[in-house]
Every structure is written in C-alpha cells, then in structure tokens.
C-alpha cells in the first residue's frame, strides 16, 4: 500500500465497497490481505489454544493461515476483488 500509495489495484481509491469495511467491489484492495496478516496475531494464538493438540498442528494452522493470506495478497495484486 504505501509502495502505491493508495490500497485499491487496478482503479481509482474509493467508489463502491463492500459494506462495513468498504474493500473494493470492482477492483483488487490490499486492505483485505493487510486485515488477515495483522489478525493473525489474534487467529493463530486462539486456534492453538482451542484446536490444535500438538505443536505439528500449530505448525500447520500456522501454515494454512499464511498461505490464506498470501492469496488474498495475489489476489489483490492481480486486480481482482474479493467477491
């Protein structure tokens, strides 16, 4: 985003969103990957304390989370919206 210096790609900031969070609804939006990566900090210490028996299922919930949100990422990048 701030190599951008906007968070909408392939289009103009603003214009129509998805309601409550107002991401983009015709272009890519950063903001949605950026949402997922910082909430992991909440997700991932919830999901081992309540599913997660083992530190290889931590591992890889860890792993499941980051590929989520590397392709929210190139999703964005391509210039495609999330719905």
């Known amino acids: 985003m701030l190599g951008l210096m906007k968070h909408t790609v392939g289009g103009p900031d603003g214009g129509p969103g998805l309601p409550l969070v107002n991401w983009s609804k015709d272009y890519g ?4 990957a950026h949402f997922a990566g910082i909430h992991a900090l909440q997700v991932l210490p919830l999901l081992g304390f309540y599913v997660a ?8 919930l860890s792993l499941l989370y980051f590929v989520l ?15």
Request: hydrophobic residues 60%.
């Open 69 to 83: 949100v590397l392709l929210l990422f190139i999703q964005a990048i391509k210039d495609i919206p999330l719905f």
């Open 29 to 32: 939006d950063l903001r949605i």
């Open 53 to 60: 028996r083992t530190k290889k299922q931590i591992v890889a």
